[in-house]
């Protein structure tokens, strides 16, 4: 019975520190906007929207 009730309170041990605080979560919400607005500033630069039509380009042409 010893076992069970130690194996027990181990998982509850271990459930209770499962995913995150809410600090948690506002630091990750938050790095992953940064990094969105990252993303969104560098695919709506000029050279890389060049870059990426001319890819589309030479992918269809390929196709078809």
């Known amino acids: 019975m010893d076992t069970i009730t130690a194996a027990v309170r181990r998982w509850r041990t271990a459930a209770s520190d499962a995913g995150m605080s809410t600090a948690e979560y506002a630091v990750g919400v938050i790095a992953a906007t940064a990094f969105a607005g990252l993303l969104l500033k560098i695919v709506t630069s000029s050279e890389i929207q060049g ?4 890819l589309i380009k030479r992918a269809l042409r390929q196709a078809g």
Request: hydrophobic share 75%; aromatic share 0%; no cysteine.
């Open 51 to 54: 870059l990426l039509v001319s």
